[in-house]
């Protein structure tokens, strides 16, 4: 999803008055051709506008290994 198509999911967000899963309905159905994110996403989104005045990256987040401790 490119910046464009994010910046129009959040201003539907604004249309459906904050609902997200009314947001990510109505995004679906303006936009069939496109990948419709789930609701959480918006959220996603928000937090990291707000946060880091940028949209987060789309890389994959890699959990840490947790330490073996059976010694």
């Given at each position: 999803?490119?910046?464009?198509?994010?910046?129009?999911?959040?201003?539907?967000?604004?249309?459906?008055?904050?609902?997200?899963?009314?947001?990510?309905?109505?995004?679906?159905?303006?936009?069939?051709?496109?990948?419709?994110?789930?609701?959480?996403?918006?959220?996603?989104?928000?937090?990291?506008l707000?946060?880091?005045?940028?949209?987060?990256?789309?890389?994959?987040?890699?959990?840490?290994?947790?330490?073996?401790?059976?010694?």
């Open positions: 999803m490119n910046s464009s198509e994010k910046v129009e999911l959040i201003l539907i967000f604004g249309e459906c008055n904050r609902n997200s899963r009314q947001a990510a309905r109505l995004y679906a159905d303006r936009y069939p051709n496109r990948y419709h994110p789930h609701h959480n996403y918006v959220f996603r989104l928000l937090r990291g707000s946060e880091n005045g940028q949209f987060p990256s789309n890389e994959i987040r890699q959990r840490q290994p947790r330490p073996n401790n059976f010694d």
